[in-house]
């Protein structure tokens, strides 16, 4: 669930800003046993027609990029069994004099495309100028080979008409239960249980080392945004001595569980709403009236009609869902307060065009009706790198530290809150991952951002991991999921300063 567009970097430079001539071809650095062929592959760069997937990456891989694949193996631990492909792009640096190394960039998500990232960035930065642009598409999603996939379209379009199952009665935690049940079935049937069991954190960072080596860097250069965090700091605890620089942007906290991070998300999301409220309700034309306060009832007035009855848009239909995903995808930054406004100006007027398209785009649907893989992606590496909780006790505990922590108001979701088995509970395979506090020592110095009013990553998460990883930390007064690269000059010259020329902001500095 993010916003942001942008994937991860690799670079070796033996003095920073040091220009390099182009890489040699891998293996580069440190290679684990057995994977020399993997490290060692040579990339085909060619026209990036055929790797368009989706709306995004149709409209994005234009101008002068190139794609290629890139060969892993699907488990680590038996290389000489299945492989994935991953989709690259790359923007090459604008001089080969001035070329730094590569710069490899990832969205988050988890889900997100890092081509679409690295192909959406502003070539016309600085860092554009010193550094190859690199995204890849992580296992499983978007470009790369094998997708994950779990329902088909139709099914997903109906999942979203569906009206919500409310109450916490034992026969609705049941049907709750039993979508949830079908759906971990359908996954593992539609993926398969192997490439499942790899789809994780953990094998991304591994992907990622591989990516490194067989781009000439010795050392890699990271930018990852909100899950890119993690993976971020999952690489820099396996590969500690192939890290050159990171930027970590929009924290995922290391050690939270999920109840931390649902009420974290929703007093965040919370927060979100009621500055813009505050901005919404002093213009006349406001959906939400005039009062501020009164903001959330008005809100709750409009869309509860939906749970059962969904508006009309054409030849589709506006569902409960949809406008409350709308709504949560508008709050997302400042920068989409205008078309929220609008969205929801339109709805009372009846029409819901916007909200669905806002929906739509969170969702991953393209307007031909077909999906990206975001949201099964988002659900599979969810559910292996976090442990499962099947055990009926510590679900009603969480459900019951969930309400008593999440602020009350609209959009209310009383489906996913319910003490009832999550998807990840009847998953085919184990997870390969958990929450924890990282422990590294030997790395270089990091970069942290974190906004102060990030709905979906809280500004404390990034404090936690600037502490636990021993990085500086550049606040960002704002309310915006991720702030680097975003039109902010104080945060950009900050964070493509520490790029470039490996200085860290000095501690305590702030942008607004």
């Given at each position: 669930?993010?916003?942001?567009?942008?994937?991860?970097?690799?670079?070796?430079?033996?003095?920073?800003?040091?220009?390099?001539?182009?890489?040699?071809?891998?293996?580069?650095?440190?290679?684990?046993?057995?994977?020399?062929?993997?490290?060692?592959?040579?990339l085909?760069?060619?026209?990036?027609?055929?790797?368009?997937?989706?709306?995004?990456?149709?409209?994005?891989?234009?101008?002068?990029?190139?794609c290629?694949?890139?060969?892993?193996?699907?488990?680590?631990?038996?290389?000489?069994?299945?492989?994935?492909?991953?989709?690259?792009?790359?923007?090459?640096?604008?001089?080969?004099?001035?070329?730094?190394?590569?710069?490899?960039?990832?969205?988050?998500?988890?889900?997100?495309?890092?081509?679409?990232?690295?192909?959406?960035?502003d070539?016309?930065?600085?860092?554009?100028?010193?550094?190859?642009?690199?995204?890849?598409?992580?296992?499983g999603?978007?470009a790369?080979?094998?997708?994950?996939?779990?329902?088909?379209?139709?099914?997903?379009?109906?999942?979203?008409?569906?009206?919500?199952?409310?109450?916490?009665?034992?026969e609705?935690?049941?049907?709750?239960?039993?979508?949830?049940?079908?759906f971990?079935?359908?996954?593992?049937?539609?993926?398969?249980?192997?490439m499942?069991?790899?789809?994780?954190?953990?094998?991304?960072?591994?992907?990622?080392?591989?990516?490194?080596?067989?781009?000439?860097?010795?050392?890699l250069?990271y930018?990852?945004?909100?899950?890119?965090?993690?993976?971020?700091?999952a690489?820099?605890e396996?590969?500690?001595?192939n890290?050159?620089?990171?930027?970590?942007?929009?924290?995922?906290?290391?050690?939270?569980?999920?109840?931390?991070?649902?009420?974290?998300?929703?007093?965040?999301?919370?927060?979100?709403?009621?500055?813009?409220?505050?901005?919404?309700?002093?213009?006349?034309?406001?959906?939400?009236?005039?009062?501020?306060?009164?903001?959330?009832?008005?809100?709750?007035?409009?869309?509860?009609?939906?749970?059962?009855?969904?508006?009309?848009?054409?030849?589709?239909?506006?569902?409960?869902?949809?406008?409350?995903?709308?709504?949560?995808?508008?709050?997302?930054?400042?920068?989409?307060?205008?078309?929220?406004?609008?969205?929801?100006?339109?709805?009372?007027?009846?029409?819901?065009?916007?909200?669905?398209k806002?929906?739509?785009?969170?969702?991953?649907?393209?307007?031909?009706?077909?999906?990206?893989?975001?949201?099964?992606?988002?659900?599979?590496?969810?559910?292996?790198?976090?442990?499962?909780?099947?055990?009926?006790?510590?679900?009603?505990?969480e459900?019951?530290?969930?309400?008593?922590?999440?602020?009350?108001?609209?959009?209310?979701?009383?489906?996913?809150?319910?003490?009832?088995?999550?998807?990840?509970?009847?998953?085919?395979?184990?997870n390969?991952?958990?929450?924890?506090?990282?422990?590294?020592?030997?790395?270089?110095?990091?970069?942290?951002?974190s906004?102060?009013?990030?709905?979906?990553?809280p500004?404390?998460a990034g404090?936690?991991?600037?502490?636990?990883?021993?990085?500086?930390?550049?606040?960002?007064?704002?309310?915006?999921?991720?702030?680097?690269?975003?039109?902010?000059?104080?945060?950009?010259?900050?964070?493509?300063?520490?790029?470039?020329?490996?200085?860290?902001?000095?501690?305590?500095?702030?942008?607004?």
């Open positions: 669930m993010a916003v942001a567009v942008f994937t991860l970097t690799a670079c070796s430079t033996a003095m920073p800003g040091t220009p390099l001539a182009a890489p040699p071809r891998g293996p580069v650095g440190p290679i684990p046993a057995g994977l020399e062929k993997f490290y060692g592959q040579e085909a760069w060619g026209d990036c027609e055929p790797y368009v997937n989706d709306e995004l990456s149709k409209l994005s891989f234009k101008g002068d990029v190139e290629a694949r890139l060969e892993v193996p699907v488990d680590y631990a038996r290389p000489q069994a299945a492989t994935a492909k991953l989709g690259l792009l790359r923007k090459r640096a604008g001089k080969p004099a001035d070329r730094i190394g590569a710069l490899v960039l990832n969205p988050g998500g988890p889900g997100q495309s890092g081509m679409v990232a690295a192909a959406s960035m070539w016309k930065s600085s860092l554009a100028a010193r550094f190859d642009l690199v995204g890849f598409d992580p296992r999603v978007g790369s080979e094998p997708k994950v996939k779990c329902l088909s379209d139709k099914e997903k379009d109906a999942e979203r008409l569906k009206p919500p199952i409310t109450g916490v009665s034992p609705a935690v049941a049907a709750i239960e039993q979508e949830n049940k079908e971990a079935e359908r996954c593992a049937k539609e993926t398969g249980a192997d499942l069991a790899n789809i994780g954190t953990r094998d991304v960072v591994k992907d990622m080392d591989v990516l490194r080596s067989v781009l000439g860097e010795r050392k250069t930018l990852g945004f909100s899950y890119g965090t993690r993976i971020g700091t690489y820099a396996a590969f500690p001595g890290v050159r620089a990171m930027i970590l942007d929009g924290a995922v906290a290391p050690n939270q569980d999920r109840v931390q991070q649902i009420i974290g998300q929703a007093n965040g999301f919370k927060k979100a709403f009621d500055s813009f409220a505050a901005a919404c309700t002093k213009k006349s034309t406001c959906a939400l009236g005039t009062s501020a306060p009164g903001a959330e009832a008005e809100l709750d007035k409009m869309v509860d009609p939906l749970k059962a009855t969904p508006l009309a848009v054409r030849d589709r239909k506006l569902s409960y869902s949809d406008a409350a995903i709308a709504v949560i995808q508008g709050l997302y930054s400042e920068e989409l307060w205008p078309t929220l406004e609008q969205a929801l100006g339109d709805f009372k007027a009846g029409r819901g065009d916007i909200l669905l806002l929906s739509d785009f969170y969702q991953g649907r393209n307007a031909d009706g077909s999906y990206s893989s975001s949201q099964d992606a988002f659900t599979a590496i969810r559910c292996v790198d976090d442990p499962p909780v099947k055990d009926r006790a510590v679900v009603a505990d459900a019951r530290r969930i309400a008593e922590g999440v602020p009350k108001g609209a959009l209310d979701d009383e489906e996913d809150n319910a003490p009832a088995l999550s998807p990840c509970a009847f998953w085919a395979v184990p390969t991952s958990a929450p924890h506090e990282p422990k590294v020592s030997g790395l270089p110095e990091l970069l942290v951002i906004s102060t009013g990030d709905p979906a990553t500004y404390a404090v936690e991991l600037a502490k636990a990883l021993g990085a500086a930390l550049l606040t960002v007064e704002a309310n915006s999921h991720t702030a680097f690269l975003q039109d902010n000059r104080c945060v950009d010259d900050a964070g493509t300063a520490y790029l470039i020329d490996l200085k860290p902001p000095a501690e305590g500095t702030r942008c607004k």
